[in-house]
């Protein structure tokens, strides 16, 4: 009987000690979130819809969700704010900011304060190269400086005779998009296309963001007037793009590209495309509606952009590209081919055979090997 009971007493302690056994061998990043922060759907609805995306597949537990504001020029400290407050839950290990507006540099400053463990990934930033690398764990952004060659090639093909650019003085305070601007004009020279300097007003200034749409949807036919409908529009604000796609639909000028390429980028509002709850986020349904609207008013070929949607792969696979490190898998905080992997695999939802190219940003020789330049396929519509 005495044996029996220290059997029984033996049983219950290796019962008792189980799930402390199982606690002590649980990884550290089981109870893990990641933040991301986006645009308003005012800003950039696709921005906001791929976080919301993600959230769907990781799980709400999983993700936290911040906007910054509208009018975030004006309000730094509220940008500040919102993203260090995502930073100060400790279960978040990973940060997806895009886009990376002015004010982020300094959020990164003071998330790393208290928080020097967080992988940030930052997409499509309106600050310094130099001075967002240096914060940021991983850059990402569409390669501007090629497009600066691409665009003017893309337009030329669809029969461009002259290139309009809308932008502002804030836009044009950033490095890589100025340098595309002259790029623009200098490609434009070289195949021949009139370019054309416009300024239109900051949806970040006192007009807003309707002041700026209504002056884009006044100008481009006073433009088209001027210089015919062999004329390409491109605007580097993506505020701009449902009003600027409407008037050149409307005008029947050409629009090579969005700002930030991809087929959800102003065209479904712009050209009212019903998309049955099935096929949201379908980018081969939308595609196929876009042509048959374009085919409708004899506008096959007069508007394109890139099949693969460039911020909401920045949000998604920049994702994805997280949970990896947090759970592991990828090791170092800058693993360019594990990134990859995120992209191709993203791509795929839109064609096996899609090219994404990656290359770092140089500087005048200085490269930095976390600051990736994204450039795709053209597809047109």
Same mark, same amino acid.
């Given at each position: 009987?005495?044996?029996?009971?220290?059997?029984?007493?033996?049983?219950?302690?290796?019962?008792?000690?189980?799930?402390?056994?199982?606690?002590?061998?649980?990884?550290?990043?089981?109870?893990?979130?990641? $933040?991301?922060?986006?645009?308003?759907?005012?800003?950039? %609805?696709? %921005?906001?819809?791929?976080?919301?995306?993600?959230?769907?597949?990781?799980?709400?537990?999983?993700?936290?969700?911040?906007?910054?504001?509208?009018?975030?020029?004006?309000?730094? %400290?509220?940008?500040?704010?919102?993203?260090? $407050?995502?930073?100060?839950?400790?279960?978040?290990k990973a940060l997806v900011i895009c886009q990376a507006v002015p004010g982020t540099s300094a959020a990164i400053d003071k998330v790393k304060e208290t928080r020097d463990d967080l992988l940030i990934i930052v997409g499509t930033?309106?600050?310094?190269?130099?001075?967002?690398?240096?914060?940021?764990?991983?850059?990402?952004?569409?390669?501007?400086?090629?497009?600066?060659?691409?665009?003017?090639?893309?337009?030329?093909?669809?029969?461009?005779?002259?290139?309009?650019?809308?932008? +502002?003085?804030?836009?044009?305070?950033?490095?890589?998009?100025?340098?595309?601007? %002259?790029? +623009?004009?200098?490609?434009?020279?070289?195949?021949?296309?009139?370019?054309?300097?416009?300024?239109?007003?900051?949806?970040?200034?006192?007009?807003?963001?309707?002041?700026?749409?209504?002056?884009?949807?006044?100008?481009?036919?006073?433009?088209?007037?001027?210089?015919?409908?062999?004329?390409?529009?491109?605007?580097?604000?993506?505020?701009?793009?449902?009003?600027?796609?409407?008037?050149?639909?409307?005008?029947?000028?050409?629009?090579?590209?969005?700002?930030?390429?991809?087929? +959800?980028? *102003? +065209?479904?509002?712009?050209?009212?495309?019903?998309?049955?709850?099935?096929?949201k986020g379908d980018a081969l349904y939308l595609i196929e509606e876009l042509r048959r609207i374009l085919a409708e008013n004899d506008m096959t070929g007069r508007m394109s952009t890139w099949k693969v949607p460039i911020n909401?792969?920045?949000?998604?696979?920049?994702?994805?590209?997280?949970?990896?490190?947090?759970? $592991?898998?990828?090791?170092?905080?800058?693993?360019?081919?594990?990134?990859?992997?995120?992209?191709?695999?993203?791509?795929?939802?839109?064609?096996?055979?899609?090219?994404?190219?990656?290359?770092?940003?140089?500087?005048? *020789?200085?490269?930095?090997?976390?600051?990736?330049?994204?450039?795709?396929?053209?597809?047109?519509?």
């Amino acid at each position: 009987m005495r044996i029996l009971k220290r059997i029984f007493a033996l049983t219950l302690v290796v019962c008792m000690c189980v799930p402390l056994l199982t606690s002590c061998g649980k990884k550290e990043s089981d109870d893990w979130k990641i $933040g991301i922060i986006t645009g308003t759907v005012a800003q950039n %609805e696709e %921005e906001y819809r791929a976080a919301q995306d993600v959230k769907k597949k990781l799980g709400d537990d999983r993700v936290v969700l911040q906007t910054y504001p509208e009018k975030f020029m004006d309000e730094q %400290e509220t940008v500040i704010a919102n993203i260090a $407050g995502v930073a100060s839950d400790p279960q978040v290990k990973a940060l997806v900011i895009c886009q990376a507006v002015p004010g982020t540099s300094a959020a990164i400053d003071k998330v790393k304060e208290t928080r020097d463990d967080l992988l940030i990934i930052v997409g499509t930033s309106g600050e310094d190269p130099a001075m967002i690398a240096e914060r940021a764990d991983v850059c990402l952004q569409t390669d501007d400086l090629g497009m600066g060659y691409a665009v003017i090639e893309q337009a030329k093909k669809m029969g461009a005779e002259t290139f309009v650019h809308y932008s +502002f003085p804030r836009h044009m305070s950033y490095a890589l998009l100025a340098a595309r601007r %002259e790029l +623009f004009r200098e490609n434009c020279e070289k195949q021949g296309l009139t370019f054309v300097d416009a300024t239109a007003p900051d949806p970040t200034g006192d007009a807003g963001i309707s002041g700026s749409q209504q002056f884009i949807l006044e100008d481009v036919p006073k433009k088209v007037a001027e210089y015919g409908e062999d004329t390409a529009f491109f605007s580097t604000n993506c505020a701009m793009q449902t009003p600027l796609i409407k008037s050149v639909y409307d005008e029947h000028a050409i629009y090579p590209q969005p700002c930030c390429p991809s087929p +959800f980028h *102003g +065209f479904p509002s712009a050209l009212e495309v019903n998309m049955p709850e099935e096929n949201k986020g379908d980018a081969l349904y939308l595609i196929e509606e876009l042509r048959r609207i374009l085919a409708e008013n004899d506008m096959t070929g007069r508007m394109s952009t890139w099949k693969v949607p460039i911020n909401m792969m920045f949000i998604e696979a920049g994702a994805d590209y997280a949970v990896k490190w947090i759970e $592991g898998d990828v090791k170092e905080k800058l693993d360019t081919e594990a990134l990859k992997k995120s992209f191709e695999d993203y791509a795929k939802r839109f064609a096996d055979d899609l090219n994404v190219k990656i290359t770092e940003y140089d500087e005048d *020789g200085t490269v930095y090997d976390n600051y990736l330049l994204i450039l795709s396929d053209f597809i047109d519509l």
